[in-house]
């Protein structure tokens, strides 16, 4: 597959034992006007400085939590700050 793939920042990824790679990001679903995040499974490529490719788990555009830290939970409600 010769398309690009996306790359996020590194401090997007968690670790997520749940997931097949064990590596997540938080996903944002928007669903009647409210926003929650979804834990993704990614599968990682190389890092390139403070950023990751995702060989894997984003579709293009796929909207994400670019700090994710570990205050998060799947299906917590979240606001975007433009």
Known sequence: DASP???IPLAAVVKA?????????Y??????????????????GPVHGDSVVITAGL????????TAGLQL???????QIP
């Not at 939970?73 to 606001?79: A, M, N, Q, T």
């Open 73 to 79: 939970s799947d299906g917590e409600r979240v606001k």
């Open 5 to 7: 793939k996306p790359a």
């Open 59 to 66: 579709a293009a555009g796929q909207r994400i939590v670019a």
């Open 17 to 25: 034992d749940s997931a097949p790679g064990g590596y997540g990001v």
């Open 27 to 44: 996903a944002i679903d928007s669903a009647d006007g409210t926003d929650r995040v979804r834990l993704q499974p990614v599968s990682l």
